[in-house]
């Protein structure tokens, strides 16, 4: 079983830019379909990017496309969310996920916070 421990989080301005990583252990890493998740106050757990087990397909949220860059290095068991241009609207806990080839996303890193200020 795969555990994850996400990293980065931070207040940055808007505008600017962080880059997340997740840290997995316990697992075979190449073997997990990975994605990351946003929750804001208030609001449901969202879905932002997702990336194959290679690394050679990438999908993202429409919200997020164009600003955000999923990628892993499989070889350091990390997957990344570089996130650019960062709007007021993007604050929330992040989390990344891991899946196995079939079924839903079931193993959660408890998340890390990023803030934006305008």
């Known amino acids: 079983q795969v555990q994850l421990v996400e990293s980065g989080g931070e207040l940055v301005q808007a505008g600017g830019s962080l880059r997340l990583s997740c840290a997995a252990s316990?697992?075979?890493?190449?073997?997990?379909?990975m994605g990351w998740f946003r929750q804001a106050p208030g609001k449901e757990r969202e879905f932002v990017a997702g990336i194959s087990r290679s690394g050679g397909a990438t999908n993202y949220a429409d919200s997020v496309k164009g600003r955000f860059i999923i990628s892993r290095d499989n070889a350091k068991n990390t997957v990344y969310l570089q996130m650019n241009s960062l709007k007021p609207e993007d604050p929330a806990a992040y989390s990344c996920?891991?899946?196995?080839?079939?079924?839903?996303?079931?193993?959660w890193g408890p998340g890390t916070q990023v803030t934006v200020s305008s």
């Open positions: 316990g697992g075979t890493f190449i073997m997990y379909t």
């Open positions: 996920a891991a899946r196995e080839l079939i079924g839903a996303f079931r193993y």
